[in-house]
């Protein structure tokens, strides 16, 4: 096995599949079949997802709500997808755990990060729901932070593509996909791949990255097995 524990980002977005809004039921039971294989390998997963699918801060802000009110309300967000997903592992027969950046209990435990790691070893699937807990940082820089304060082998960033591109290649059919890319050719290309906080933060604490289709059955497992699958973004 490559990878022993990873720390997977998932964007709220994907979660509404073909929709723009709410939880594709058959978009979370496969991504949940998916998480439980790799933990019945032997691997130990931490997960955060964004809320996107339910409300964005920024966007937010930009309609008029006060932007640290809309962080908030985007912080929730993530909670509701977090309880989605973690329903979704326990349905299909795994064991999920949600944790929350700030107090919210019953809903899931407030994040320590040794009960999380304790929990991971158990092989309980562990969702960090909550963002940072603070406005103005993304979930991207969250998973980031996340993935280093639990000592993750990589940080995986699920997607709808399967890896970096020169350009979207949802619009340009010209695009090319790397293969392996530092993260310095990264910022010196602008390749929109993570927000800036969260890539220097990976850069500096030497926290690979993968960026890969989630969307593809068996991706993750091929990830944690050690198949080139996504782009890797390292130093």
Same mark, same amino acid.
């Given at each position: 096995m490559r990878y022993s524990r990873i720390l997977l980002k998932l964007s709220g977005e994907s979660m509404a599949g073909k929709g723009n809004h709410g939880i594709d039921e058959s978009v979370l039971d496969e991504y949940a079949q998916q998480i439980i294989d790799v933990v019945r390998e032997g691997c130990e997963v931490a997960i955060v997802i964004g809320g996107g699918n339910i409300f964005r801060g920024l966007s937010g802000s930009e309609s008029g709500i006060d932007r640290v009110k809309g962080d908030q309300m985007g912080m929730l967000a993530t909670v509701i997808n977090s309880i989605a997903l973690e329903s979704a592992i326990i349905k299909l027969g795994?064991?999920? @755990?949600?944790?929350? &950046?700030? @107090?919210?209990?019953?809903?899931?435990?407030? /994040?320590?990060r040794d009960k999380v790691v304790e929990n991971m070893k158990q092989g309980t699937v562990c969702i960090?729901?909550?963002?940072?807990?603070? $406005?103005?940082?993304?979930?991207?820089? %969250?998973?980031?932070?996340?993935?280093?304060?639990?000592? %993750?082998?990589?940080?995986?960033?699920?997607?709808?593509?399967?890896?970096? /591109?020169? &350009?979207?290649?949802?619009?340009?059919?010209? %695009?090319? @996909?790397?293969?392996?890319?530092?993260?310095?050719?990264?910022?010196?290309?602008?390749?929109?791949?993570?927000? &800036?906080?969260?890539?220097?933060?990976?850069?500096?604490?030497?926290? $690979?990255?993968v960026v890969f289709d989630m969307n593809t059955s068996g991706n993750l497992m091929k990830l944690i097995s050690g198949v080139k699958t996504g782009t890797l973004i390292c130093n």
């Open positions: 795994g064991k999920a @755990r949600v944790f929350t &950046s700030i @107090r919210m209990e019953p809903v899931g435990k407030l /994040y320590n960090l729901s909550g963002g940072t807990g603070n $406005p103005f940082f993304t979930t991207d820089t %969250a998973s980031a932070l996340r993935a280093i304060e639990i000592g %993750a082998d990589v940080l995986l960033k699920g997607t709808r593509v399967d890896g970096v /591109y020169t &350009s979207d290649p949802e619009k340009d059919p010209k %695009a090319q @996909r790397f293969e392996t890319i530092t993260f310095e050719e990264a910022i010196v290309r602008r390749l929109k791949i993570m927000d &800036s906080t969260a890539f220097t933060m990976c850069r500096e604490n030497n926290m $690979p990255v």
